[in-house]
Antibody, heavy 116, light 111 residues
Framework: EVQLVESGGGLVQPGGSLRLSCAASGFTFSRYWMSWVRQAPGKGLEWVANINQDGSETHYVDSVKGRFTISRDNAKNSLYLQMNSLRAEDMAVYYC?????????WGQGTMVTVSS | DIVMTQTPLSLSVTPGQPASISCKSSQSLLHSDGKTYLYWYLQKPGQSPQLLIYEVSRRFSGVSDRFSGSGSGTDFTLKISRVEAEDVGVYYCMQGINLRTFGQGTKVEIK
């Protein structure tokens, strides 16, 4: 079964850091681009970042540039999102998704709460 | 940056009746490779988003043929031929030609 499972969410203070993980299974992870998408409480979807197959190319939405870093470990079939200098507006459910231009497979999401 | 604008933002539909959602992009989504990078997703209550339509009109695996997509360039439409209770949720369009951008979402409910 093709599956993505996110982890690492939690409560963090403004200015703090958090690292999200996404474990992939059921497909050849190293062959695909991957994306992170977030959804603030009661709001719509916002694409955050993506990364190519070998990690050599990454792209970010302007609001997270310089603060978030997307990376991957193909040996571990895992995708990561390092989030630094977190702000209240970063509070959201974060989804990882397989990116074939369409985001065709999604995880269940992990909640990030930014609050003092 | 490409802006995606959906209308309406909410829709109340009688079961068995059709529904239509419009999505307009601020730039053409037609790529030089001949493909148009427009997608539709449905997020059912309490669930992750799921892909319905890719490249304007191609139904994703397992998606009911009650769903159809059309359009070109900057104007796109998602149609549900006969709305069923299981279709409730928020529908999003997304462009994939330049990074990724979602529309605001259209909430569909049953009357």
């Amino acid at each position: 079964e093709v599956q993505l499972v996110e982890s690492g969410g939690g409560l963090v203070q403004p200015g703090g850091s958090l690292r999200l993980s996404c474990a992939a299974s059921g497909f050849t992870f190293s062959r695909y681009w991957m994306s992170w998408v977030r959804q603030a409480p009661g709001k719509g979807l916002e694409w955050v970042a993506n990364i190519n197959q070998d990690g050599s190319e990454t792209h970010y939405v302007d609001s997270v540039k310089g603060r978030f870093t997307i990376s991957r470990d193909n040996a571990k079939n895992s995708l990561y999102l390092q989030m630094n200098s977190l702000r209240a507006e970063d509070m959201a459910v974060y989804y990882c998704a397989r990116d074939v231009s369409a985001l065709d497979i999604w995880g269940q999401g992990t909640m990030v709460t930014v609050s003092s | 940056d490409i802006v995606m604008t959906q209308t309406p933002l909410s829709l109340s539909v009688t079961p068995g009746q059709p529904a239509s959602i419009s999505c307009k992009s601020s730039q053409s989504l037609l790529h030089s490779d001949g493909k148009t990078y427009l997608y539709w997703y449905l997020q059912k209550p309490g669930q992750s988003p799921q892909l319905l339509i890719y490249e304007v009109s191609r139904r994703f695996s397992g998606v009911s043929d009650r769903f159809s997509g059309s359009g070109s360039g900057t104007d796109f439409t998602l149609k549900i031929s006969r709305v069923e209770a299981e279709d409730v949720g928020v529908y999003y369009c997304m462009q994939g030609i330049n990074l990724r951008t979602f529309g605001q979402g259209t909430k569909v409910e049953i009357k």
